[in-house]
C-alpha cells in the first residue's frame, strides 16, 4: 500500500510522459504479485470500487474530528479525499501497512452495511499518504494523471513485449491479470484471451507537402474521411463487441449496431448515426455516445450505423498481412452481405493526380466530410502510426486572428517559459477569450513570446501572467483550428476543436484582429462539431 | 498589571508601553525586539534593535552594517522597568522567543517556531507564563507534518529514479536552505550540494558558526557544462524557478520544500514535480502539543489561521484570543 501509495504521487505530479512510463515500470519491477497487478487494474481503470460514497465518507472523519474544525479544513483543502486522509486522528499504527491486494480484496467483498467500519478500520491502520490512495480506491475517483494505453505500454516495456499484443488480449483479461503477469515476466502468453478480442488499429499520419513529392498517385487508393468515430466491429462466435480506437468497448450504447452485427470477423469503420434519412452531424451522433444504455426513442431517431473502411478479419482468417487492395476487395464482398440499412462501404474516390485529388477535397460532397485517407495499396494492416502507409489529408484548418491575453508557465523542460496561451477577440470593446494553445511555434518563436509575456506583464495570479492587450499594443497570433461550436460552458459562446498557434503576427496590430460575431458565423462553416 | 497594560497589538505590531518598544514590528520605530531574521519579521530602519547575536549578524548580512542606529544582544536584561528574556525557538539559527515580564506577569512571544528536529538550530524551550503568544502559519488540523527525514528520503528516492535529472529544489534562503543541506548530509548525502547565488551568504554564515554543511559549490554553470548537473541536487530560492537561470539544467525536475506541499492544489499552483513537507513552522499537533505543554493563563494568536486555534482553544476551555497583526507571510523567507 505504501509504495502504491508513493506511485500515486508521483504520477499525479510528473508532468513528463517518458518519466511516467519509467515510475510504472519500476513499480512493476518492484512490487511482488498480485499487488503489481491491483497497481495495473487502478491504472487502467479496471479497479471502479464504490465501497463508499463521500458523503459517508465525510460523516466518518467529521465524527471523529469537531464539526467546525472539519469544515474550516475542508474549506481549505478543498479536496474530500486529501481532507479526509489528513485530519483523520492518529499516525496509523506503526506496522507495516496491509498489502495493496489484501486491501483491495476486502473493499470488493464489503457489503453495504460493513464497509463504513471496514474503511474506518483501515484509515486508523494507515498513515496520511496511504490513507489518501485508499479514499481515492475506495470511492471509485481514482485518477491519477496517467491513461490506461500509458499504464499498458508501461508494462509492455517492462516485460519486453509490444504494448499491441496487451491491447489485444486486454479484453480477456482479468486483475489482477495472473496469466499476463506470468506471461511477461517469461511465461507463455496467454492462449486467445477471451472472445471478441479488439486489434490495435492503424492509424494515419497527416499528408504533408514532402509526403505529396515523394508519393506516387498511382500506387494509392483515396476515401472520404468521414466525422464521426472510429471503431472496429468484432463478431466472434455468438461475442459481438464494439471497440474505440483506444480499445474502449461501447457495445452497451449501440446495442441497435450490434444487433446488425451477424457476421464472423472484425471490421473497421467509422461510426455514424442517421439522421432525417442523411448521414447526421458529429452532434446528432454525440447524443449518442457516452451512455450506458440507449433509449428506443433516441435509437428509432438516430440509428447507429457503420461505414467500413477495412477488414481485419474474415471468419477465422486474419486479414491484416494481405495488401489494401486485397483487403479492400474482401470488404466488398463482406460488406454486400450484410444489412445494407447498418452498413456500407465508404466509397472510394477515383484521382490521377494530388492537384485533381485536392481540387475534390476542398469542395467534398458531404458536410459530414472532413477530408480523404490515402492508403497505399499494398500496405498491410499495421498497428499503430507508422509513417508512409496511410495518410490523412484534411480540409484546410479554419484561421483567425487572435490576441494573445494570458500566459502560464509550462511544465517539464518548458517549465521556465511560458508557453500556454490564451488568446481573445474583439467583444465590442473588449477581449473575450476564446481557446488556448500551447504549440505550434517553434523553440525560437517560444522564447520571444516569453520574453514578450515578461516584458508586458500586468498582473500575476501563481503560474499565469495576464499582458498587455490594447487595440494599439499587443501581440496578435494567428490561431489555426479544426472546427468551432457553440458553447454554453465558455463565456465567449465558442469551443474551439484543436487550436494551434499558425504564425505570429508582430506585424499586426491588436485592433485589426477578428471579432466575436466573425467566430460565431463561422460556426456554420465550421461545423457543428465540439 | 492586566496583559493588555504590558503588551498589546497596535498597527505597527506588539507594543509594550511600560519599557516603550515593539516586537518584530513591521515599520521601522524607535526601540524594537526582534525574534528572528526572516524579512517580515526584521525590517531594516529601527532606531535600537535588540535581539540574539545571530538575528543581528542575519540583519547585517541583509540589510548591511548599518541597518539600525543601535544593537544590543544580551540573552537578558531590563528596559524601562521590564524585564526582557531571550529562548530558542527552533524556527532557525538565532531563532528566539521573547519573554516580557513586568508587576509578576509574564508574556511570552513565541515569534514562529517548531518542534520538529532541526540540526542547524537550538531547540525550542518551553518558558512558563501567563500569556502565550502563539504563531497559527499551520493552525489547521489537515497540517500535519511528518518526519523530515522520511521526507529527504522521498527526495532521495526521485534521485535514484531519475538519476539524468537535475534535482532543483526551492528553499528559501534563511534556514530552509541550510536545513535542507543538513538533514540530506544526516541522511549520508556526501555529493557536493550547488547553490544558487542568492544563498551564499546565508550558508557560509552558518558553516561559520559551526554548523556542518559538506561541500558546497555554486550552481553557476557556464554553457555547455549543463550535464554535470544531472543527478544531483541543486538549491534555489522558488523566483529562480520561473527565472531564465532555471534554463541551464537538464531536464529539470522542481522540488519545492516547504509546508504548504502537503495540500496537493498548493504543490500544483507551485508547479511542484516533488513536493517535500518539510517545514520551520509547527504542524497542527506541534501547536496544541505547545500549549498544553506550557499551559499558559491566556493564548494570543496571531498570524496565520487564527481561526480553527481559536476553535480548538474553546474546545479545550482554555481563554484565547486573536491579534490580527498585519505584515506576516504565510511562509516567509
Ligand atoms: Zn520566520
Known sequence: MRAFAALMDRLAFTPGRKEKLRAIRLHLDRTPDPCRGWALAALTGGLELRTVTPALLRRLAAERTDEALFALSYDYVGDLAETVSLIWPGEGDGAEPPRLSDVVEKLRRAGRAEAPALVSGLLDRLAPPERYALVKLATGGLRVGVSARLAKQAAAEWGGVEAAEIEELWHGLAPPYPELFAWLTGGEKPAAAGRAPFRPVMLATPFEARDREAAEPADFAAEWKWDGVRVQAVSDRGERRLYTRTGEDISPAFPDLVAAMAFEGALDGELLVRAEGDVGAFNDLQQRLNRKTAPKALMARLPAVLRAYDILRAGAEDLRPCGYAERRERLGAFVAALDPERFDLSPEIPFESWEALDTLRSAPPHPAIEGVMLKRLESPYLAGRPKGPWFKWKREPHLIDAVLMYAQRGHGKRSSFYSDYTFGVWDGETLAPVGKAYFGFTDEELKKIDRFVRANTVERFGPVRSVRAEPDFGLVLEVAFEGLAASSRHRSGVAMRFPRIARLRWDKPPREADRLETLKAMIETAGPRT | ?333
Request: hydrophobic fraction near 40%.
Open chain 2, 1 to 333: 498589571m492586566r496583559p493588555d497594560d504590558l503588551l498589546h497589538p497596535t498597527p505597527e505590531g506588539l507594543y509594550c508601553p511600560v519599557g516603550d518598544f515593539h516586537i518584530d514590528p513591521s515599520r521601522p520605530v524607535r526601540r524594537a525586539l526582534i525574534t528572528h531574521g526572516h524579512a517580515d519579521h526584521a525590517r531594516a530602519g529601527h532606531g535600537a534593535v535588540w535581539a540574539t547575536p545571530e538575528t543581528l549578524e542575519i540583519m547585517a548580512i541583509r540589510y548591511g552594517e548599518g541597518f539600525a542606529a543601535e544593537r544590543r544582544s544580551d540573552a537578558k536584561g531590563e528596559i524601562g522597568g521590564v524585564r526582557v528574556s531571550f529562548h530558542p525557538a527552533g524556527h532557525v539559527l538565532g531563532s528566539a522567543q521573547i519573554a516580557v515580564e513586568a508587576g509578576g506577569l509574564r508574556i511570552v512571544a513565541a515569534g514562529d517556531y517548531k518542534r520538529a528536529f532541526d540540526p542547524t538550530c537550538a531547540a525550542f524551550e518551553p518558558v512558563p507564563c501567563d500569556v502565550f503568544i502563539t504563531e497559527a502559519t499551520f493552525g489547521l488540523p489537515v497540517f500535519r507534518h511528518p518526519d523530515p527525514m522520511a521526507e529527504i528520503g522521498r527526495l532521495l528516492a526521485s534521485l535514484r529514479d531519475f538519476p539524468e535529472r537535475a534535482h532543483l529544489v526551492g528553499v528559501y534562503a534563511l534556514g530552509k536552505a541550510q536545513r535542507l543541506i543538513a538533514l540530506l548530509r544526516a541522511a549520508g548525502w556526501e555529493r557536493p550540494v550547488y547553490i544558487h547565488g542568492a544563498l551564499r551568504k546565508l550558508c557560509d554564515y552558518y558553516v561559520c558558526r559551526g554548523i556542518d554543511l559538506g561541500p558546497l559549490e555554486d550552481a553557476t554553470a557556464e554553457k555547455g557544462a549543463a550535464a554535470r548537473y544531472a543527478g544531483e541536487v541543486v538549491l534555489a530560492p522558488p523566483s529562480a524557478f520561473g527565472a531564465t537561470w532555471a534554463r541551464r539544467f537538464p531536464d529539470p525536475l522542481f522540488a519545492f520544500a516547504s509546508g504548504w506541499m502537503q495540500v496537493r492544489a498548493r504543490a500544483r499552483q507551485r508547479g511542484a514535480e516533488l513536493g517535500l513537507v518539510i517545514s520551520d513552522h509547527c504542524d497542527w499537533a506541534g501547536l496544541t502539543e505547545t500549549i498544553r505543554e506550557i499551559d499558559p493563563g491566556e493564548v494570543w494568536i496571531t498570524h496565520g489561521r487564527e481561526e480553527a486555534l481559536m476553535r480548538w482553544c474553546e474546545i479545550e476551555g482554555r481563554a484565547a484570543r486573536p491579534l490580527h497583526l498585519v505584515g506576516y507571510e504565510d511562509e516567509p523567507e
